[in-house]
């Protein structure tokens, strides 16, 4: 008999909804003492305990819908943060239906508010801090994967530097191959592939069985398979042409036909990108029609006697889908016929004083608000490049053009990687590009609260070496 996985344990889940109800019990309390300490109205005549089972019952269905994920191999911070905003969103909701359903007269707006904000607080803090002892656990050797690899030993270079990061919880024990020769590090050859079903039957303990069918006889491949299939072991096919490419693969279906392709991309979804237009339009519109005009007139008094010529900078750059567009500046160099050709540099004589404070500080980038208001850019996204660049890196960078696959962006995930300003080394490029990639397969609309926050505070921090 194998030991269950962390992800199947009853008991680990029942302790999770027991500490969510917990936490919906204390945010209800500090927020029906807190309200009776500023504003008493706010609690007169409100039953707390009878609100608190209504709360309790109206937790249960979200959290059938909306699980914990946090006991996953592989499962990033921003999409655990996702999962208890949806639960507690749609925990309100359901919550406010039965309170007008009952047309309770007790039922107070700020009081939901205030204790739903709360309790999502204290649900981000309790998961994070779960998963932090899960992946801690699993760096010590608890609740392993136990693994094995058959097939040609270069299939799984890849997968198995993968494997490397011990919190993710694999133990790798070996390879099967046929082929002496080639070495996998961090798993040492076990035999031959016509080895395997009998190393299965004196190791009951192997969990985890990947197959590289490339090479791999379709007889041996079928035999591991049942057995796999009949004694617990899950059983993992790498296709033969994932060594050419070199990445993950994506499964999709058209009709009942299987493909895969070269990456996933979230904003393909319209549901998705529904959400990042409609926050674009959202945060752009509000700082246009509020703060943008007061800082548009102090600004466009300094640039006027800073130096002759315009406020805005326009320059053609390319965006979604390599679509040329106007992008938007505060002009913070001194007009010069070199600006849609040489980057700016640390001293670059072309910028004039308050020029060099608005790069350094990004208030030069504010107007693009108004590209994103128009919809030629989002609030987070890759930075657009200037024609000229992305003529000439995308013959040097392989795959730079898949970062035009969304829209670009006023700020982005490789500029809060530091990855920013002037490139002196085509490296420097590289990395921005991978980053840019990175994000594109990436997206969540926390991962772009994410950077904006991390945007705000390494201004705040001034800790942007080459912002200027």
Same mark, same amino acid.
């Given at each position: 008999?194998?030991?269950?996985?962390?992800?199947?344990?009853?008991?680990?889940? !029942?302790?999770?909804?027991?500490?969510?109800?917990?936490?919906?019990?204390?945010?209800?309390?500090?927020?029906?003492?807190?309200?009776?300490?500023?504003?008493?109205?706010?609690?007169?005549?409100?039953?707390?305990?009878?609100?608190?089972?209504?709360?309790?019952?109206?937790?249960?269905? &979200?959290?059938?819908?909306?699980?914990?994920?946090?006991?996953?191999?592989?499962?990033? %911070?921003?999409?655990?943060?996702?999962?208890?905003?949806?639960?507690?969103?749609?925990?309100?909701?359901?919550?406010?239906?039965?309170?007008?359903?009952?047309?309770?007269?007790?039922?107070?707006?700020?009081?939901?508010?205030? *204790?739903?904000?709360?309790?999502?607080?204290?649900?981000?803090?309790?998961?994070?801090?779960?998963?932090?002892?899960?992946?801690?656990?699993?760096?010590?050797?608890?609740?392993?994967?136990?693994?094995?690899?058959?097939?040609?030993?270069?299939?799984?270079?890849?997968?198995?530097?993968?494997?490397?990061?011990? %919190?993710?919880?694999?133990?790798?024990?070996?390879?099967?191959?046929?082929? @002496?020769?080639?070495?996998? /590090?961090?798993?040492?050859?076990?035999?031959?592939? !016509?080895?395997?079903?009998?190393?299965?039957?004196?190791?009951?303990?192997?969990?985890?069985?990947?197959?590289?069918?490339?090479?791999? &006889?379709?007889?041996?491949?079928?035999?591991?398979?049942?057995?796999?299939?009949?004694?617990?072991?899950?059983?993992?096919?790498?296709?033969?042409?994932?060594?050419?490419?070199?990445?993950?693969?994506?499964?999709?279906?058209?009709?009942? !036909?299987?493909?895969?392709?070269?990456?996933?991309?979230?904003?393909?979804?319209?549901?998705?990108?529904?959400?990042? $237009?409609?926050?674009?339009?959202?945060?752009?519109?509000?700082?246009?029609?509020?703060?943008?005009?007061?800082?548009?007139?102090?600004?466009?008094?300094?640039?006027?006697?800073?130096?002759?010529?315009?406020?805005?900078?326009?320059?053609?750059?390319?965006?979604?889908?390599?679509?040329?567009?106007?992008?938007?500046? *505060?002009?913070?160099?001194?007009?010069?016929?070199?600006?849609?050709?040489?980057?700016?540099?640390?001293?670059?004589?072309?910028?004039?004083?308050?020029?060099?404070?608005?790069?350094?500080?990004?208030? @030069?980038?504010?107007?693009?608000?108004?590209?994103?208001?128009?919809?030629?850019?989002?609030?987070?996204?890759?930075?657009?490049?200037?024609?000229?660049?992305? /003529?000439?890196?995308?013959?040097?960078?392989?795959?730079?053009?898949?970062?035009?696959?969304?829209?670009?962006?006023?700020?982005?995930?490789?500029?809060?990687?530091?990855?920013?300003?002037?490139?002196?080394?085509?490296?420097?490029?590289?990395?921005?590009?991978? #980053?840019?990639?990175?994000?594109?397969?990436?997206?969540?609309?926390?991962?772009?609260?994410?950077?904006?926050?991390? !945007?705000?505070?390494?201004?705040?921090? $001034?800790?942007?070496?080459? #912002?200027?």
């Amino acid at each position: 008999m194998k030991r269950r996985d962390l992800e199947e344990s009853g008991i680990i889940k !029942t302790t999770i909804c027991i500490c969510d109800v917990i936490l919906l019990c204390v945010s209800m309390i500090i927020t029906y003492y807190a309200l009776t300490f500023w504003e008493p109205s706010k609690t007169n005549n409100f039953p707390l305990w009878e609100n608190m089972v209504l709360a309790i019952l109206c937790y249960l269905p &979200p959290s059938l819908v909306t699980p914990p994920i946090l006991l996953g191999r592989v499962v990033r %911070s921003d999409r655990i943060v996702e999962r208890v905003v949806r639960l507690t969103f749609l925990q309100i909701i359901l919550y406010s239906a039965v309170q007008y359903a009952i047309k309770s007269s007790t039922f107070s707006r700020s009081f939901a508010v205030c *204790f739903f904000c709360l309790f999502t607080l204290l649900l981000i803090i309790e998961r994070l801090s779960f998963r932090s002892m899960v992946k801690h656990a699993r760096k010590g050797g608890r609740n392993q994967r136990n693994v094995i690899f058959v097939g040609n030993t270069e299939e799984f270079e890849e997968l198995a530097q993968q494997f490397q990061n011990r %919190s993710y919880g694999y133990h790798i024990l070996g390879v099967f191959t046929n082929n @002496d020769d080639k070495k996998l /590090e961090g798993a040492p050859r076990l035999g031959n592939v !016509t080895e395997v079903i009998p190393f299965l039957k004196k190791n009951p303990h192997i969990t985890d069985l990947y197959c590289a069918i490339a090479g791999t &006889p379709r007889a041996e491949i079928f035999g591991m398979y049942s057995y796999c299939e009949n004694n617990v072991v899950r059983f993992y096919a790498l296709p033969a042409y994932l060594s050419y490419l070199r990445r993950n693969m994506v499964m999709s279906h058209v009709g009942s !036909t299987m493909l895969l392709s070269s990456r996933s991309e979230p904003l393909q979804s319209i549901g998705n990108s529904f959400i990042k $237009r409609a926050f674009d339009i959202i945060v752009s519109g509000t700082f246009l029609i509020t703060l943008f005009p007061i800082v548009y007139l102090i600004v466009a008094i300094i640039i006027k006697r800073s130096s002759p010529g315009p406020v805005f900078f326009k320059q053609k750059r390319n965006g979604l889908n390599g679509k040329i567009f106007n992008c938007f500046k *505060f002009r913070s160099m001194h007009v010069n016929k070199d600006a849609d050709k040489i980057q700016a540099t640390e001293n670059d004589p072309r910028k004039f004083k308050f020029g060099d404070l608005m790069r350094r500080t990004n208030i @030069d980038e504010l107007p693009q608000f108004i590209n994103v208001f128009r919809g030629d850019m989002s609030l987070v996204g890759p930075r657009p490049h200037m024609l000229l660049h992305t /003529e000439k890196y995308s013959q040097l960078i392989n795959k730079y053009m898949v970062r035009h696959w969304v829209k670009p962006g006023i700020t982005g995930w490789a500029q809060v990687q530091g990855f920013r300003g002037e490139t002196k080394e085509l490296s420097q490029m590289e990395k921005r590009v991978h #980053a840019d990639i990175w994000y594109v397969e990436h997206w969540t609309f926390w991962l772009d609260i994410r950077i904006m926050w991390l !945007t705000i505070w390494n201004t705040l921090r $001034r800790n942007e070496e080459n #912002a200027y």
